[in-house]
């Protein structure tokens, strides 16, 4: 006897990059930035007082959408706080989609939209991406024929750290009948020289949806504050209906103000990120992997041919040395591993053992 719902007991849960609890373990494998926060953010939780907890805080996180919409050059209507980026993601499903409708999205992304799917009831319509992570070009027809109210696009994408231009997304904005989300999880180490700015659509398209988190630009995984970026009227259901009536708790909205007010200091983590992205891709292409350019933290790479043992095996053996990266045992991607960019230091330790492995090294 069971007590869930059909779609819940059929359903698999999300599966989760490892979270070991000891120190030794190099973690490149869940894209968390290896810079430590600013120190203002330091700063802002040893100030807490513990009494102020005694009451909720501010309902929809204020301050905090004040600072975002100046950084934007939006206004306050056009944000909703979010509790992680994945807390924007499930207020989608809950906001637009109709049970029993098909959800749509890139195949391959990000593993936890099928799962949200499932937990909605409804099935998830994936459209392939060809072998250089682009869109078909009737990406938005298939949804519109398929009726999906909502579609999901990661963009930088991941798994792959490719990035598609706001031309190729306003176009899908414009056909597709339903709510557009791109997921910008990883926007924060994208070249600046690209000027890549998909803000300015929100004005333009009232059915696309931006989600930000704290998680990745900000080093703050362990906080769980994100944001979604829209037209007023998409945002003003999740804001007064459908999210928790005090998703941002007192913490994150201190945290957050610190983490945004120094802004240079995250936005120097970017940088040293870029740099060292650069160093890691010509490492694993110099040890004959390919590698796909990556405006992400973090690289695809699939294993060399020649080699006797697959991508799943050099994953293993890095996690007997005690390196951690990403491997996907699925269609397009049982060939790679996607290796979160870490310090010059740490990236060192990985090519030297990368390139021990491939001598035929345990
Ligand atoms: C990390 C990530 C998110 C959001 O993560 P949170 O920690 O919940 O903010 C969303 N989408 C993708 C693709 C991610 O990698």
Known sequence: MTYQRDNIAAMQGYSWGEQPDDSETLKLNTNENPHPPSPRVAEALANIDANALRTYPQPTADPLRDQLAELHRVDRSN??????????????????VEPGTPFGMAQPSYSLYPVLADVHGSPTLGIAMDDDWQLPRNFATQLNEAGANLACIVNPHAPSGTLLDSERLSRIANE????????????????PALQHDLTRLISVFDNLLILRTFSKGYSLAGLRLGYLLGDARIIEPMLTKTRDSYNIDLISQHLGAAAIEDRAHAQASWEAVRLARRTLREGL???GFEVWPSQTN????KAPMTLSHGAADIYA????RGILVR???????DDKLRITVGTE???????????EILDGQP
């Open 298 to 301: 973090f690289l695809l790479a």
């Open 345 to 355: 230091t740490q990236n060192a330790v990985l090519l030297e053992a990368l390139a």
């Open 176 to 191: 597709f009948n339903g709510v557009l989300l791109v997921d910008e999880a990883y926007v924060d180490f994208v070249d």
């Open 285 to 287: 292409a110099a040890l």
């Open 317 to 320: 053996r890095l996690k007997a």
């Open 79 to 96: 944000i909703v706080m979010t509790h992680g980026g994945d807390e924007g993601l499930r207020l989608a499903f809950s906001t637009f």
């Open 327 to 333: 491997y996907f045992n699925t269609p397009q991607l």
